[in-house]
């Protein structure tokens, strides 16, 4: 990682490059940037997690793995965290995006029998 104590994700496929780094896991923040020959053109910045009070492993597992799945299912026009809903195993995600890839705000939230289990907040667009 860049940082000391970040966890870093990268993809490459050139002349393009993605790269996620982020701190934390029950809460975490980081921030995204797609690169084009080595500048950065686009950004984003997130913060949030699962609520404070849910501490035990299995269902933190149970969240980021259905988070995951919800990331999976973006959709191509809006590739920026999930799709507005996605429902499965009792689970309900939601993303409020306003904005276009240009300039964007959102919040996601899962929540399970109508009690919210995370939230996250992140911003972006594109660098000029």
Known sequence: PLLAGSKQLEHRAPPYAYRDIYFGMGFFVGQETVSKDDTPIWSMSYSGGAQEEITDRTTLLAIYKFLRRALLAAEVDRPYRGPPVLSAD??????????SLARFHGIETISKAG?????LRYSGGLLR
């Open 90 to 99: 009792d689970m309900v995600y939601r993303n409020d995006i306003q904005g």
């Open 115 to 119: 009690v919210q289990l995370y939230e």
